[in-house]
């Protein structure tokens, strides 16, 4: 019994019942605050092309942390700035490296924060790459052993989860045994399962200064014309042990995550990458569009495709909106 019985508009009459009808809620416990931290003391440097987001160094982050905690976000993730780069990133497992020391000072002072860290080699390797090179090509193998000494490194400083974004094949079967190896059996693997080659990490690499010196990263990380191959991709991190798995980048890739939620029932996460917020940030800066509005109506949307976690730099302002309401 279509018009005039049926009248969509009804349910949309007024704030209260729109809130009644309402589908999708989203909440700062689905946030997940990215951080770059750098050696030094009292470093707040701003990212050119992404205002708002800063290099900190470990008091800074500490600082950091608190608040996001105290806004409600649950969880931050860690991105590192090494002193040095070398051939196959030796401050990324040192036990003073700049992650490890900023996980136990932020473990320290919000032990309640959870805290993830991104696990890779790029940001550590004079080259940029996330792979060991040997005579001139991607060694694989040869990464994973690295990537074993990172996580167990990262596991002893008391990071809850570690998220491998390397796209490297096998590595969280290595990662999860080398973990268990050591005792971290109880620690955690968010798998940056599927993670396309993307323009739209432009800004990031400024942020953690892992623009590759040559090449890029088409040979490892995915076409953005497959999705089949996702559910390939998400399938084999299940079969090795991921207890979460992402969808990278977001917004261009919200089909995918789609495809991604209905195919498996582990925690899924989306990560609203660096290029999406500057693209947010300079527009709404120029005055063309309400930043708040546009923020909001993005992260809804990544939990209506399907995420029950959303990697977002936008993750402060977000939860101060919602807390306004
Ligand atoms: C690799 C890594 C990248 C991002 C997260 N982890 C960059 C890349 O693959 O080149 C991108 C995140 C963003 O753009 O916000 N360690």
């Given at each position: 019994m279509p018009f005039p019985a049926q009248r969509m508009r009804r349910l949309r009459a007024g704030a209260t019942l729109r809130r009644m009808v309402r589908e999708t809620q989203l909440a700062p416990d689905d946030f997940i605050y990215p951080l770059f931290v750098v050696h030094g003391q009292g470093v707040r440097r701003e990212i050119g092309s992404m205002p708002g987001v800063f290099n900190l160094s470990v008091?800074?982050?500490?600082?950091?942390?608190?608040?996001?905690?105290?806004?409600?976000?649950?969880?931050?993730?860690?991105?590192?700035?090494?002193?040095?780069?070398?051939p196959i990133g030796l401050e990324n497992f040192a036990p003073e490296g700049i992650v490890q020391q900023a996980i136990r000072a932020i473990k320290k002072a919000v032990p309640e924060l959870v805290v993830i860290t991104d696990v890779c080699l790029c940001e550590y390797?004079?080259?940029?790459?996330?792979?060991?090179?040997?005579?001139?090509?991607?060694?694989?193998?040869?990464?994973?052993e690295i990537l074993g000494k990172v996580v167990v490194?990262?596991?002893?400083?008391?990071?809850?989860?570690?998220?491998?974004?390397?796209?490297?094949?096998?590595?969280?079967?290595?990662?999860r045994s080398a973990l268990d190896r050591e005792g971290f059996s109880m620690t955690g693997v968010m798998?940056?399962?599927?993670?396309?080659?993307?323009?739209?990490?432009?800004?990031?690499?400024?942020?953690?200064?892992?623009?590759?010196?040559?090449?890029?990263?088409?040979?490892?990380?995915?076409?953005?014309?497959?999705?089949?191959?996702?559910?390939?991709?998400?399938?084999?991190?299940?079969?090795?042990?991921?207890?979460?798995?992402?969808?990278?980048?977001?917004?261009?890739?919200?089909?995918?995550?789609?495809?991604?939620?209905?195919?498996?029932?582990l925690p899924l996460a989306a990560y609203?990458?660096?290029?999406?917020?500057?693209?947010?940030?300079?527009?709404?800066?120029?005055?063309?569009?309400?930043?708040?509005?546009v923020v909001l109506e993005t992260l809804t949307a990544f939990k209506r495709?399907?995420?029950?976690?959303?990697?977002?730099?936008?993750?402060?302002?977000?939860?101060?909106?919602?807390r306004e309401g």
């Open positions: 008091d800074e982050a500490v600082a950091e942390a608190q608040e996001v905690y105290g806004l409600g976000i649950p969880a931050v993730i860690l991105f590192g700035l090494p002193q040095h780069k070398d390797t004079d080259h940029g790459h996330c792979f060991v090179i040997r005579e001139g090509r991607f060694d694989n193998d040869a990464t994973l490194s990262h596991a002893q400083a008391g990071a809850d989860i570690v998220a491998p974004s390397g796209m490297v094949d096998g590595m969280i079967a290595t990662i798998s940056y399962a599927v993670k396309y080659a993307s323009g739209f990490y432009g800004p990031f690499r400024e942020a953690a200064d892992s623009a590759p010196a040559f090449g890029d990263r088409h040979s490892y990380q995915m076409d953005p014309a497959n999705a089949r191959e996702a559910l390939r991709e998400a399938r084999l991190d299940v079969e090795e042990g991921a207890d979460v798995l992402m969808v990278k980048p977001g917004l261009p890739y919200l089909d995918v995550l789609r495809r991604v939620r209905e195919a498996f029932d609203n990458v660096s290029g999406e917020y500057s693209m947010v940030k300079a527009a709404a800066l120029n005055g063309w569009l309400d930043e708040r509005r495709a399907g995420a029950d976690l959303i990697l977002t730099y936008h993750a402060k302002d977000a939860a101060c909106w919602l």
